[in-house]
Nanobody, 125 residues
Framework: QVELVESGGGSVHTGGSLRLSCANS????????MGWFRQVPGKEREGVAA???????NYANSVKGRFTISRVSANNTLFLQMNSLTVEDSAMYYC???????????????????WGQGTQVSVSS
C-alpha cells in the first residue's frame, strides 16, 4: 500500500515562502505523475502543480512564476516551493500520485490516484 505523507505547511505573512514535501513509500523511480492540490472549506479542490516522471511540469495560472514543483526520482519525494505567498494561497495542500489520464492539474484535481492527508498553509496579511 503506497503511502503519501505531506509536511512543511505552516503560518506565514504575505510575501513569505514555504516549502512543502511529500514523502512517497512506493518503490524508487516510479513512472507516474505526481502533483499538489489545495482545498479551502466550502470550495472545490483545485490543482496547483503537477510533474511527470520525466520532469514535465504543469501549473495553475494563479501560481505560475511563484511556485515551483520538483521531485526526487530516487525516492519519489515531491516538493513544492512556494514564494510570494498571498492570503489567497491559504488552504489545505494535498499530494497526489498516479492518477489516470494526462499529467495536468486540471485532470488531477478530480483524480483517483493515491492521496496524502494534507498539510495546512495559512497566509496572513
Amino acid at each position: 500500500q503506497v503511502e503519501l505523507v505531506e509536511s512543511g505547511g505552516g503560518s506565514v505573512h504575505t510575501g513569505g515562502s514555504l516549502r512543502l514535501s511529500c514523502a512517497n513509500s512506493d518503490t524508487p523511480y516510479a513512472s507516474y505523475c505526481m502533483g499538489w492540490f489545495r482545498q479551502v472549506p466550502g470550495k472545490e479542490r483545485e490543482g496547483v502543480a503537477a510533474i511527470s516522471s520525466d520532469g514535465r511540469t504543469n501549473y495553475a495560472n494563479s501560481v505560475k512564476g511563484r511556485f515551483t514543483i520538483s521531485r526526487v526520482s530516487a525516492n519519489n519525494t515531491l516538493f513544492l516551493q512556494m514564494n510570494s505567498l498571498t492570503v489567497e494561497d491559504s488552504a489545505m495542500y494535498y499530494c497526489q500520485a498516479n492518477w489516470p489520464g494526462p499529467c495536468t492539474v486540471a485532470v488531477g484535481a478530480h483524480g483517483r490516484g493515491r492521496w496524502g492527508q494534507g498539510t495546512q498553509v495559512s497566509v496572513s496579511s
